[in-house]
């Protein structure tokens, strides 16, 4: 069985930082693409930030500059360092990825980890 958990989350000021990772286990036979999505309240689930096995990113424009993504791809791990965070940051942020597993290749996702920032 395929798991990805995520940690890291948590309550935080303006202007703070988080690292948040995201473990994946099971009976994987390769990771593809890695990626953190996000969801506010009331909000649709967004594409926060995205890695290549190669370490390729793409961010979303609102996280430019102040986010980074970056994985190990011996450990199936995959990290997000949140800088500058901002109140508008705040949702579950969920981990993503794109394995290869002896049932084929799915996308599989974590549970979500709840990040909050404060005014």
């Known amino acids: 069985q395929v798991r990805l958990v995520e940690s890291g989350g948590g309550l935080v000021q303006a202007g703070g930082s988080l690292r948040l990772s995201c473990v994946a286990s099971?009976?994987?036979?390769?990771?593809?693409?890695m990626g953190w999505y996000r969801q506010g309240p009331g909000q649709q689930r967004e594409l926060v930030a995205s890695?290549?096995?190669?370490?390729?990113?793409n961010y979303a424009d609102s996280v430019k500059g102040r986010f980074n993504i970056s994985r190990v791809n011996a450990k199936n791990t995959v990290y997000l360092q949140m800088n500058s965070l901002k109140p508008e940051d705040t949702a579950v942020y969920y981990c993503?990825?794109?394995?290869?597993?002896?049932?084929?290749?799915?996308?599989?996702w974590g549970q979500g980890t709840q990040v909050t920032v404060s005014s």
């Open positions: 099971g009976s994987i036979l390769s990771t593809n693409d």
């Open positions: 890695i290549t096995r190669s370490g390729s990113t």
């Open positions: 993503n990825a794109d394995l290869w597993t002896s049932r084929g290749r799915s996308p599989y």
